[in-house]
């Protein structure tokens, strides 16, 4: 299907536990960010990518690591879940060469529940 | 540093018109719109570059007020779908990042 896919939608995890959340998008966009939502806080960006192998940190970093070795795909792991990464987490690609410019396309988020 | 939106959260009846805020410490760059349903993604509405753009398309516009660091949003004879959380966000001049401010819930009633 053509678009932004996250998968898997849901997740329940325990604490310590590694967890990977993957984003996968269609139309070679250029840019790719990954979003955690939580009440009281709106989005905040987590990590976003420029392109392939160029990856920069966001507002919220700590705990999480991104890599992305081909433009489709732009997957956030958690290298030790904790309660605090409890959250919806969002990908979006952008087909802007700039942040400044461009529309950013969300995927349909992950449900992350860490106990 | 988020933007802050205000109000935090507005009713309205169907028809009436709303106004949503969005304000910056940092000089701004551009500001996008962005609105949510409840259990969905966000979805695009509009963008403003600097110069003090006014943008819009139905009854949805927004203006942008660089020397104020502020944008608003407008809704005009709201209806029933305008409902959702509304979300500014803004980039800077030193970073290429989009930055979301907190949220304005938006309720439209019979």
């Known amino acids: 299907d053509a678009g932004i896919t996250q998968s898997p939608r849901y997740k329940i995890t325990e604490t310590g536990r590694q967890v990977t959340l993957m984003c996968h998008q269609t139309w070679s966009h250029s840019y790719m960010f990954w979003y955690r939502q939580d009440l009281g806080h709106g989005l905040r960006l987590i990590y976003y990518s420029a392109a392939a192998d160029i990856t920069d940190k966001g507002e919220v970093p700590d705990g999480y690591v991104v890599s992305r070795s081909k433009t489709e795909n732009f997957p956030l792991t958690l290298e030790s879940a904790t309660r605090s990464q409890t959250s919806v987490y969002f990908c979006?690609?952008?087909?802007?060469?700039?942040?400044?410019?461009?529309?950013?396309?969300f995927g349909p988020g992950t449900r992350l529940t860490v106990t | 540093q988020q933007p802050v939106q205000s109000p935090q959260a507005v009713i309205l009846r169907e028809g009436e018109d709303a106004v949503i805020n969005c304000s910056s410490s940092?000089?701004?760059?551009?500001v996008h719109w962005y609105r949510q349903k409840h259990g969905e993604a966000p979805i695009f509405l509009m963008i403003l570059l600097k110069g003090g753009e006014q943008k819009g398309h139905d009854k949805i516009s927004a203006s942008f007020n660089e020397k104020k660091q502020q944008s608003s949003l407008y809704l005009t004879a709201s209806q029933l779908s305008y409902s959702g959380t509304y979300f500014c966000g803004t980039v800077t001049g030193t970073a290429s990042k989009l930055t979301f401010g907190t949220g304005t819930r938006l309720q439209v009633t019979l």
């Open positions: 940092k000089a701004l760059y551009s």
């Open positions: 979006a690609s952008s087909e802007s060469a700039a942040v400044e410019f461009g529309e950013q396309y």
